[in-house]
């Protein structure tokens, strides 16, 4: 098993920025590459961004490229989703994933993906 903890949401103005955290515990989690979603209200989960279960690679939806930035801490495996440039419509309830499989870039559809933290809340005002 994999346990995944999302923190670091909140409020912030159109513009602002936030630092998403997801820390991880269980099995060896070198193996699965780790990814961001999100799921605003009425909408379905969508991919946001993942990095490489080894590697490091990254890879992003194209309505946040350039904003968002994935990253993992190698000490922990800790992985980060550093959020720029702000936008309303990234209002959004936040979950981190794993996923095992040497697939890359890793499947888009939030079903396919093996583990999930609770979520954390990013609301962005106008």
């Known amino acids: 098993q994999v346990q995944l903890a999302e923190s670091g949401g909140g409020l912030v103005q159109a513009g602002g920025a936030l630092k998403l955290s997801c820390a991880v515990s269980?099995?060896?989690?070198?193996?699965?590459?780790r990814g961001w979603f999100r799921q605003a209200p009425g909408k379905q989960r969508e991919f946001v961004a993942a990095?490489?279960?080894?590697?490091?690679?990254?890879y992003y939806a194209d309505s946040v490229k350039g904003r968002f930035t994935i990253s993992r801490a190698n000490t922990n495996n800790t992985v980060y989703l550093q959020m720029n440039s702000l936008k309303p419509e990234d209002t959004a309830v936040y979950y981190c994933?794993?996923?095992?499989?040497?697939?890359?870039?890793?499947?888009?559809?939030?079903?396919?993906?093996?583990?999930w933290g609770q979520g954390t809340q990013v609301t962005v005002s106008s």
């Open positions: 990095i490489g279960r080894n590697t490091g690679r990254t």
């Open positions: 994933g794993a996923h095992v499989s040497y697939q890359w870039p890793p499947p888009l559809s939030y079903v396919l993906w093996d583990y």
């Open positions: 269980g099995r060896t989690v070198s193996y699965y590459h």
